[in-house]
């Protein structure tokens, strides 16, 4: 079996969480389990975010001194890379992981924005994309995020759809470089478990040349599909959202094609981004950790951030 | 309609997004000769507009109680629509027509200022005996967005906040609105705030021979035009960016098209007003909804902060404190 790293890529809620269960029973380590993101309502499974990993995604964000949506984002990333300072600290991190000799799993959804920093430590990392309908996801997100009454009030569908189009715009210039990743769609994996547990195995097998015991592999997987988890399914489909705009549609059939393994090349021409997108990204993003307390990556990061301290202080 | 007591004296709008001239305009008006109401009921003076912002504090109240009887956004686009079926419905009506009588009790044109008023302009024309003579101020968009900004957050906040998609928004709604229902009204002038601070005698002589066409001269022209034009200090225009506004990434073509129509019109070139051309993007109403909520959740919220009576006189719902 080689020591390669899988990375769970995706935008939040997607079914990152549900795939890297699949991908931790299938055989690769997560780290120690016990300084894992705690399992919650929301994810009663658990998130598979290891927390020395995940505190160390926060700082690397923080260092940047800028926004996450700022297109010289990467930019940053990259020089971040030849500090010595983070460079140490990713090298041991990833030492960490490969200490117990087999393949080994990340998932944070700021992965997916940080790849130009962690491509220079992980040259060939097997990656899986999750792709949900970005409606449920958005759904999903504000439910997490937003307390109720705020919840009542705030609309998502526009934010959620250019969060998403955003991270899964870096997650394919990623894939760019790496063409040893897998699309794998939520929903057909709660439709279709057996089918697409099988392939997810196949996939991995195969990369990282697993050797006997693929039945036993997938029926550990297979226990891990739980249907009556798939919620926040809005029943309205996201072509019919009047906040959706046309290259959103067409990016989300794009995905859907290729979690259909049809190996369509990537166009990035294709799915540009509004112009103010970054702007009401940005602001949306401050007035809600303004309203929260919240710190500087995204509504999200800062409950988890908060629950990664608390558990690394206990550690 | 209140129109059983004789010819009504003329009702003056002025109208135009926020921070962009409206109160300067506003108090032009009311130097030529126009009364705003009882002076006590005009609100609160404040460091950004130390002059007053010339609103009525019953006819805002009216406006915000309207918005709340509907439950709806205002900025849903059926919003101009909804509220004006309101003018035929007890007590709206009624509430509307003792405001406007008080306004004319005095037997003389008045004068409404409120940004907001832009949406509601249905609702009047149905109440009024005749259509209001609407100036609407123009200015750059990006530099009235960086006084919203200031105006609206602690100031902590307002240096890390952009908000010009936002503001932007908000000016092509309530332009758009205005400019769909000045359509119908003939009597209208636009003014651009950066004119008027820039060539000062020849705009206040323009405005004053408008409303002096329509309504009638109020003083002697040269005494009227000293006292209007010692109301405009260009020590407080504020807020000027040095990039123009069709430069900047985040505007969208409709919306610099509409400031082009906007100055046009200004420059006194008649266009006509095709509203296809300054469509809206998908995501427009969500942000602007989401930003009302932010901000009066904030206000709740956050030390130090909170909204300004007049903010809370205009807010289309309990605010977050109240509730």
Known sequence: ????????????????????????????????????????????????????????????????????????????????????????????????????????????PLLSLEMPFWERFLPTPVCV??????????????????????????????YFAFRWQFTMLAVLDYLERNPDHLFVRYERLLEDPAGQVARLGHFLDTRLAAGD????????????????????????????????????????????????DDPEPFER??????????????????????????????????????????????? | MVEDRGKPPGAIF????????????????????????????????????????????????LLRDLARALDLSLWDPAFPARVAELADRSPWRERAEALVADMESEGSPWVWKEPLLGLYLGFWERVLAAPPICIVTVRRPHDAARSFVRASFPEEMSQRLKLVTYFVLRWQVLLRATLESLERYPAHLVVAYESLLKSPVQQVDRLCRFLAARLGSRAEPAERLGEMLEAIDPGLWHHKSEIPFCDLEQVLAPQKDLLGHLERRAADQPEPFDPARFAFPPYYREWLDNLDTFRDFLAAAEPGFRLSARDRRRLPWRSAEEA
């Open chain 2, 14 to 61: 002025v109208l135009g997004a926020d921070r962009s001239g409206t109160s300067l305009v506003a108090e032009l008006a009311v130097r030529w000769g126009a009364h705003p109401g009882d002076p006590a009921r005009l609100g609160e003076t404040d460091e950004l507009n130390p002059r007053g912002y010339f609103e009525l504090v019953p006819m805002q109240e």
């Open chain 1, 269 to 315: 021409a294709r799915y540009p981004l509004p112009p103010y997108v970054v702007e009401y990204l940005e602001d949306f993003n401050l007035l809600a950790q303004r309203l929260h307390r919240l710190e500087p990556a995204g509504p999200d990061l800062p409950r988890r951030r908060q629950r990664a301290e608390a558990a690394l202080a206990e550690a």
């Open chain 1, 129 to 158: 994309v999750t792709v949900r309908n970005p409606n449920d996801s958005g759904r999903s997100f504000a439910r997490m995020n937003f307390p109720e009454p705020l919840r009542r009030r705030v609309r998502t569908n526009s």
């Open chain 1, 1 to 108: 079996v080689r020591l390669r790293p899988i990375l769970v890529l995706g935008v939040e809620r997607s079914g990152t969480s549900v795939v890297s269960d699949l991908i931790h029973r299938w055989g690769a380590d997560a780290g120690d389990l016990s300084r894992h993101v705690a399992s919650d309502d929301h994810n009663p499974q658990g998130y598979f975010e290891y927390l020395p990993m995940q505190s160390f995604l926060h700082d690397v964000l923080v260092s940047t001194h800028g926004s996450l949506w700022d297109p010289g984002f990467a930019g940053r990333m990259e020089r971040l890379a030849l500090d010595p300072r983070y460079r140490d600290r990713a090298q041991a991190l990833i030492a960490e992981m490969e200490a117990a000799g087999r393949p080994w799993l990340w998932k944070d």
């Open chain 1, 213 to 260: 015991g693929a039945e036993d592999r997938l029926a550990q997987m297979l226990a891990a599909v739980q249907p009556g988890l798939w919620r926040n399914r809005s029943g309205a489909s996201f072509f019919d959202l009047p906040e959706v705009i046309a290259e959103q549609k067409e990016l989300l059939c794009y995905l859907d094609r290729r979690a259909s």
